[in-house]
């Protein structure tokens, strides 16, 4: 079993910052990917960024593209999403998820990020 435990949302204004966290514990040693995903009132979970835990390759969604940045701190099993310029439609709650070898899927309890305009 693997435990995901997101951090860092809150309320910010428009063309403002965020740095979400998500720290994993348990079998980290299978997990081979990870990624962020976004869930605004009313629609559906969308992928917003994903990244190798090896060699740190990165995917973004076309929407975050150039704004946001996924890193990971191998030492520490923890995966970051920088957010800059902030828009008031990147309001939605942010969802960790972590991918293992064995092809389980693990989701954390999700945190609030609200953009002001």
């Known amino acids: 079993q693997v435990q995901l435990v997101e951090s860092g949302g809150g309320l910010v204004q428009a063309g403002g910052s965020l740095r979400l966290s998500c720290a994993a514990s348990g079998r980290t040693f299978s997990l081979y990917a990870m990624c962020w995903f976004r869930q605004a009132p009313g629609k559906e979970r969308e992928f917003v960024a994903h990244?190798?835990?090896?060699?740190?390759?990165?995917i973004y969604a076309d929407s975050v593209k150039g704004r946001f940045t996924i890193s990971r701190d191998n030492a520490k099993n923890t995966v970051y999403l920088q957010m800059n310029s902030l828009k008031p439609e990147d309001t939605a709650v942010y969802y960790c998820?972590?991918?293992?070898?064995?092809?389980?899927?693990?989701w954390g309890q999700g945190t609030q990020v609200t953009v002001s305009s």
């Open positions: 998820a972590a991918f293992s070898s064995s092809d389980n899927t693990y």
């Open positions: 990244i190798r835990w090896s060699g740190g390759s990165t």
